[in-house]
């Protein structure tokens, strides 16, 4: 039985889904504006923790090359939480001391870190289904991953530059997401290719499972 493997493969597929159509209504929009308000940004990793939760529910449906599998990219999920720790990081320092100006090693350190955050989760979309897919996934699943590591390095540098904005707007006390959207709603939109490319590998990874066409579960 690989049932929470398929719930698993299921919330990435609505995830990428929702991320992909989010980021190709923004692209088609004049205003060039994530559905609401920006906030679909913090959609993609929901998903992603929804569905390492239901690989973790599901380890006993694993033998061992899906079980290192699983390992690794829990660990690569565990590695972009870090990522968060250490992006929040500078923000948090300034918004106690509050600066009103910010190092500029410190931005590049922010930068860095979302930079980070991006790449890595889709590194853990890869390691969750790349032994799952066929000749077609792993293309797509390559092409996604190459394009989002590019856009994730873009967002980084775009956000280098607006950590004093995003501190003030904490500081403020203000619930608006604008000073970290707006800078990269282009950028993020660009993921919607990547999310896509992911969708269709995880489309034929599921198919695969049903199918038994993946190694069986020891």
């Known amino acids: ?112 870190a979302v930079a980070f955050i991006f790449a890595v989760t889709f590194v853990t979309y890869a390691l969750v289904a790349a032994h799952l897919v066929g000749r077609l996934g792993e293309i797509a699943m390559a092409l996604g991953l190459g394009w989002a590591v590019i856009v994730a390095a873009a967002i980084g540098l775009a956000l280098s530059g607006e950590l004093q904005p995003i501190v003030q707007t904490i500081v403020d006390r203000s619930v608006s997401v604008g000073p970290i959207v707006e800078p990269i709603t282009l950028l993020d939109s660009l993921l919607a290719f990547s999310y896509l490319a992911f969708f269709l590998a995880f489309v034929d990874a599921h198919y695969r499972v049903a199918h038994g066409l993946t190694p069986s579960p020891g």
């Open 1 to 112: 039985m690989t049932v929470n493997l398929r719930l698993s493969l299921t919330v990435f597929k609505l995830g990428f889904a929702a991320e992909s159509a989010s980021g190709f209504f923004a692209l088609a929009s004049t205003s060039h504006q994530l559905p609401f308000h920006g906030l679909v940004i913090f959609l993609g990793p929901a998903f992603t923790a929804l569905g390492i939760l239901f690989l973790y529910l599901g380890r006993h449906e694993w033998n061992e090359v899906h079980r290192t599998r699983v390992r690794y990219a829990n660990l690569a999920f565990v590695a972009s939480l870090a990522a968060i720790a250490l992006a929040v990081a500078p923000i948090a320092w300034l918004a106690v001391v509050q600066a009103h100006g910010s190092p500029g090693w410190l931005g590049v350190v922010f930068g860095v």
